[in-house]
């Protein structure tokens, strides 16, 4: 399953051509992958090689404190959107 998500600092400062998605596994919960697409993905991809690495599930990286209004914050939202618990941004119609 995967779930791509974008940060309330990018609608922020406009550089919403982007986003994060985290490859887990929906019987384990675990996370086995992630990709990030946009202007910061370099440094974004960069926080996100600790949880593949470490092997926690989507809702201990959801419960780890995430600086507020940061491009970073998006994986804390991919991760509660996983779990379908929308933070800052609305639940995605599901698709069909």
């Known amino acids: 399953m995967t779930v791509d998500t974008q940060a ?3 609608i922020a400062v ?3 051509a982007g986003f994060v998605k985290w490859n ?3 019987q384990t919960d675990r996370v086995f992958g992630a990709a990030a697409l946009g202007t910061h ?3 974004l991809i960069a926080e996100a090689t600790l949880p593949i690495r ?3 599930t989507t809702r201990e990286v959801a419960r780890t404190i995430h600086a507020h209004l940061t491009f970073g914050e998006a994986w804390m939202e991919a991760d509660h ?3 379908g618990e929308y933070i ?3 639940p995605r119609e ?3």
């Open 24 to 26: 887990a596994d929906p």
């Open 14 to 16: 406009r550089e919403t």
């Open 8 to 10: 309330l600092r990018a």
């Open 41 to 43: 993905a370099t440094e």
């Open 88 to 90: 800052h941004a609305p």
């Open 81 to 83: 959107a996983f779990a």
């Open 94 to 96: 599901k698709r069909s």
């Open 54 to 56: 470490s092997e926690p």
